[in-house]
């Protein structure tokens, strides 16, 4: 793993925080990793937005292997403390989940993760109207709010877009 620390550090495939790589979700115990992260993570999301339903919040390795994703990590020493999944159709990013797992939470990780991404002409994302930090993050990026989207009684969504 690089010293994310040292002068090299950008050359390395280090953010602000860590390392931020791809990764495969068919490598032994990467799933799973995966799987703990987003469990953790959207717990938190859970409990802001008042909803439990959340789709990777339930999901298992299988299931997150199936998905038609292209990953990153990003690493704080040799731990995987957050991921992003995407997906590209005909040159527009829709970012399908981001999640840092609470023990990493506020030192940049997820910050980092989407700002990889930010080199499409068109990213699309949404997130619980009632998930401020997310909310926050997106919006300092210079997503631009276009819409809620209720999908349940008890809850919203809020669409953003990027584009360049």
């Keep these: 793993m690089p010293n994310c620390r040292s002068a090299s550090a950008a050359r390395a495939g280090c953010d602000a925080v860590g390392v931020i790589r791809s990764i495969d979700l068919s490598a032994e115990g990467v799933a799973e990793s995966v799987v703990d992260i987003q469990r953790a993570a959207y717990r938190v999301e859970a409990d802001l937005i008042g909803f439990d339903d959340i789709p990777p919040l339930h999901e298992d390795a299988p299931q997150v292997r199936q998905h038609r994703l292209k990953w990153l990590g990003s690493w704080e020493g040799d731990r995987l403390a957050g991921v992003i999944g995407w997906t590209l159709d005909g040159g527009v990013c829709d970012i399908d989940r981001l999640a840092v797992h609470p023990d990493f939470a506020r030192r940049g990780h997820g910050r980092g993760l989407v700002r990889k991404l930010l080199n499409h002409r068109m990213i699309t994302v ?39």
């Design 126 to 164: 949404s997130t619980g109207t009632e998930n401020a930090p997310a909310r926050r993050l997106y919006e300092s990026l210079g997503f631009v709010r276009v819409g809620e989207v209720r999908t349940s009684p008890e809850v919203t969504t809020t669409q953003y877009v990027r584009r360049t």
